[in-house]
């Protein structure tokens, strides 16, 4: 059998499929149970959203074909008017409610609702269709404009004109409609169950009561029950629960019996028009052979003084009362259980907050029960779906002819699921993307781990709340435990395969809201965390086109929710190229990397001085000196250090040396201007004595050099080096692509790279150094933590907050304290400063100095000394340095 492309099929669906493990090849069916092509055996409790209401191939339907094939019946046969076709109509005409006779049949339910709208103006000579909020008709154009959700109709250009809608189970609304527009309404359609829209059933009384205050007011009634028809809800017809007679029912799904596409729209004899008759039709309507099958499936329903139908009834009330119990047992999972007969939703409670950024995330994508069907039918071999208009809400809308016993296997997987969520055992529903299929054995509470989010008090007169949005993504493993702690049961491969899965969603997605963050002086911002779904190896690896493009989506998000600014965490900026790539968004954008470079360097210093370390002496170094942040500290470390080695990365060499370069000469301006200026520290102290002992010794330099000295232009490594081979001395600036051959002999080492591995390990550091690692993911490896205890490794950029706030989870981070370009994004809402900031590679030491005075102002600083993700005290440190003392002196002996 050869194998076939399956994108060919709606590329879009296939990759969802393809994401959630919903994309099972089935070869055989039998009754509610399907077989794929392994020979796994799943329970459909599905069918097909009611299209399969006897089960897969019942004998019964296929016996009906034989005859048409033993006896030859021709299937299209038009304009003639068919036998079978004829025989279903008069069927229809007998059971359907009140005077409805005439059949239109079509190929399908929207096709159906089509006929309806046309029969209803054409009958009324009024063009306006009243319909529902969140109601779902179908998706051709006149169908589509009906339904009740807006994100169906937009890439369509829909509604067409001549649709209103109302909210469901609103008398008072369609009554005010109907006034509103008095005698331009030519019918009202409604589902006496709203189906896509998550089971929420019409109000006892409310069908009654619309269907007389439209025959009061001359609109025809139509009752869409594609999905509530032929026995579904425990009734031949839902309106048959309280004695419903519309002016136009609409009939499909069941009555093709899962074999074949049928549709009907009856009517009454006062709405059928001669206009309508002659000018609707449809080749492939009044097939022979497909009405023969719609026969049989009305002659099956009413059998037996229609015992089948009563049973769904019975086994539609087991089936909530389980979901009831359900309810009872786990009322912060389950927000509301729905359902009439076989046709049931479970609606889960929102999880903005719900102490995972990972499900938060998921469920504003809509793909919260989506992660459940997936769940269901790979460990437990069970095929629900969720509903279109209702992302929260579980479909449960098995055959009619389920069992008792198939029933409570659903709930007792269902139970898991609740258990899961209710102990905020997450992880557990993520395994089987990681092909782990196994039935969990246990479920662990990790609700004591749980941390909501936890937002500043208003004040009784707050100030006008400014808005911020965050862009965020996991740089490292470590960050997905982080933000979700029963994923500390996974390996670290397995973390791997999980952000690899996550990235093929493609969509970025709210994480967090935080209503509230207040300034030492009042001001208060609300604010968002946008997650993109992507690690670190996926933004550097992945095409740089398609995961920019998620990242405008992001910044637009930020724009739609109302942010006047929008910041970029992480990799984001790097991949985005400093934020240049999404300016121009209608919102400001930041990297951060301003605030970022200022607490990174306070914490570099703060660390060195409590590790007795001379700045006169000391040697340091930048790691990824070619990046936005690395070069920012570059240069500030020139204001502190006179010997400073550059690192840059040696996989893109004869780029990272031209950076490199190009940086060398902005330091030693930056060191000549200091030095004139009378700021004698660092590289501008160095160059004091440099030109005071050439002065003094009569150093002959070369013409061109010594004229670069006396104006202080143009001096690049190249001519510093070349002055101190003429005076005698060690150039104190150095250039490296070699981490092994240059960071050991340095004590001051801030790590910026954009790595998305490890770089530093163990090997990499002198006794007594002090690595500021502000790099995401971080360039430091854990095996540094276990196996050095001589040297001090300080997470750079975290800065303390006003007040104990934490954004949920809070990005892994103690409360009260959170990123620095976070930060910068925050300070800015606070300031109302809604400009452009931190943006490309060269960022302004005036940037710089006004994001220090934001800092202040505000009341934002730095977060302490962090090691290891909690505050390192000054004894540990002390320990660190007593340490790295006896170690110095071992490798002396």
Same mark, same amino acid.
């Given at each position: 059998m050869p194998e076939f492309r399956r994108d060919l099929l709606n590329p879009t669906l296939a990759a969802k499929l393809a994401a959630f493990q919903l994309d099972k090849n089935y070869k055989s069916a039998r009754g509610s149970y399907l077989v794929d092509e392994s020979g796994m055996q799943y329970l459909d409790f599905i069918a097909q959203y009611g299209a399969v209401p006897f089960g897969y191939n019942p004998d019964f339907l296929w016996n009906v074909l034989d005859e048409v094939r033993q006896n030859n019946i021709p299937s299209l046969v038009q304009p003639s008017l068919p036998g079978e076709a004829l025989k279903l109509a008069n069927l229809l005409a007998a059971c359907t409610p009140g005077e409805l006779c005439f059949c239109t049949f079509c190929q399908s339910g929207t096709e159906a609702v089509e006929a309806a709208i046309k029969l209803a103006r054409s009958s009324t000579g009024r063009e306006i269709i009243i319909s529902t909020v969140n109601s779902f008709h179908g998706k051709t154009l006149a169908s589509l404009s009906a339904t009740g959700k807006s994100s169906y109709q937009r890439p369509f250009c829909a509604p067409a004109p001549g649709f209103v809608h109302i909210p469901f189970n609103d008398l008072q609304a369609l009554k005010a409609v109907i006034e509103a527009y008095k005698d331009k309404i030519a019918a009202f359609i409604v589902e006496p169950v709203q189906g896509e829209g998550g089971i929420i059933v019409a109000q006892t009384g409310y069908?009654?009561?619309?269907?007389?205050?439209? @025959?009061?007011?001359?609109?025809?009634?139509?009752?869409?029950?594609?999905?509530?028809?032929?026995? @579904?809800?425990g009734e031949l017809f839902a309106c048959d629960h309280e004695m419903v007679e519309p002016d136009i029912m609409v009939l499909s799904k069941a009555l093709g019996g899962g074999l074949f596409p049928l549709g009907a729209c009856v009517s009454s004899p006062r709405v059928w028009n001669d206009d309508f008759g002659m000018l609707h039709s449809s080749t492939f309507a009044n097939n022979n052979v497909t009405c023969a099958v719609g026969y049989a499936v009305l002659q099956r329903l009413l059998q037996d003084e229609r015992q089948l139908i009563k049973e769904v009834a019975r086994k539609g009330a087991y089936l909530l009362s389980k979901m009831t119990e359900l309810q009872s047992k786990f009322p912060v999972v389950i927000k509301e259980v729905r359902g009439l007969g076989l046709m049931a939703g479970m609606e889960f409670h929102e999880l903005n907050d719900c102490g995972s950024y990972d499900m938060a995330y998921l469920a504003d994508q809509g793909g919260f029960t989506t992660l459940l069907a997936g769940f269901l039918l790979n460990v437990y071999q069970i095929r629900v779906a969720p509903y279109l208009n209702n992302s929260m809400t579980l479909r449960l809308e098995p055959t009619l002819t389920i069992t008792y016993e198939e029933i409570d296997r659903v709930m007792e997987a269902i139970e898991v699921i609740c258990q899961i969520m209710d102990k905020q055992d997450y992880a557990k529903l993520y395994r089987y993307l990681i092909s782990d299929y196994s039935q969990p054995a246990t479920v662990e509470d990790y609700r004591h781990l749980s941390r909501p989010v936890k937002s500043a008090a208003a004040a009784p007169q707050a100030a006008a709340i400014s808005k911020f949005a965050f862009v965020i993504h996991y740089p490292a493993p470590e960050d997905v435990i982080a933000n979700n702690p029963s994923f500390a049961k996974f390996e670290r491969d397995e973390l791997y395969q999980f952000m690899a899965w996550q990235s093929s969603l493609d969509e970025p997605g709210i994480c967090c809201h935080m209503p509230a963050i207040r300034s030492i002086n009042g001001e208060i911002a609300e604010g968002w965390l946008i997650g993109i779904p992507y690690g670190a190896r996926e933004l550097m690896n992945l095409p740089r086109e398609g995961t920019v493009e998620v990242i405008r989506k992001a910044v637009d998000s930020g724009r739609e929710l109302g942010a006047g600014i929008v910041g970029l965490g992480a990799l984001t900026s790097v991949v985005t190229r400093g934020g240049r790539a999404v300016l121009g968004r209608d919102v400001a954008v930041t990297s951060g990397n301003s605030f970022t470079t200022l607490m990174a360097m306070e914490a570099l210093f703060a660390g060195a001085e409590k590790m007795h370390i001379e700045m006169k002496d000391a040697w340091g170094a930048v790691v990824g000196a070619t990046g936005s942040i690395g070069r920012a500290c570059a240069l500030l470390l020139s204001e502190q250090l006179s010997w400073i080695t550059l690192l840059g990365n040696p996989e893109h060499f004869n780029s990272s040396r031209r950076r490199l370069d190009t940086l060398t000469g902005e330091i030693i301006k930056l060191a000549c201007k200091r030095r004139d200026a009378g700021n004698l520290s660092g590289l501008a102290s160095w160059l004091d004595k440099l030109l005071y002992d050439i002065e003094k010794n009569k150093v002959r330099l070369p013409e061109i050099l010594r004229e670069k000295l006396s104006l202080r232009e143009g001096i690049s490594l190249v001519d510093l080096e070349n002055i101190c081979l003429v005076v005698g001395i060690e150039c104190p600036l150095k250039i490296s692509l070699d981490i092994q051959a240059t960071l050991p002999n340095c004590d001051m080492i801030v790590a910026a790279s954009s790595s998305p591995e490890y770089i530093i390990y163990p090997r990499h550091l002198r006794p007594g150094a002090v690595v500021c690692d502000v790099a995401r993911p971080a360039d430091v490896a854990p095996e540094v933590f276990k196996e050095r205890d001589d040297v001090l490794i300080l997470e750079g950029g975290l800065v303390q907050y006003p007040e104990p706030v934490a954004f949920g989870p809070n990005l892994g981070y103690r409360d009260g304290v959170n990123l620095a370009c976070l930060s910068e994004t925050v300070l800015l809402a606070l300031e109302g400063d809604f400009q452009d900031y931190s943006i490309g590679s060269k960022l302004s030491l005036e940037t710089l100095e006004y994001m220090r005075r934001l800092?202040?102002?505000?009341?934002?600083?730095?977060?302490?000394?962090?090691?290891?993700? @909690?505050?390192?005290?000054?004894?540990?440190?002390?320990?660190?340095?007593?340490?790295?003392?006896?170690?110095?002196?071992?490798?002396?002996?």
């Open positions: 069908l009654l009561a619309a269907q007389e205050l439209c @025959r009061q007011n001359e609109v025809l009634f139509i009752v869409d029950e594609i999905q509530t028809g032929l026995g @579904r809800t800092g202040q102002k505000h009341g934002f600083g730095l977060a302490g000394l962090m090691m290891d993700n @909690r505050e390192i005290a000054d004894e540990e440190i002390e320990k660190i340095y007593q340490n790295s003392l006896h170690l110095k002196q071992v490798q002396n002996l």
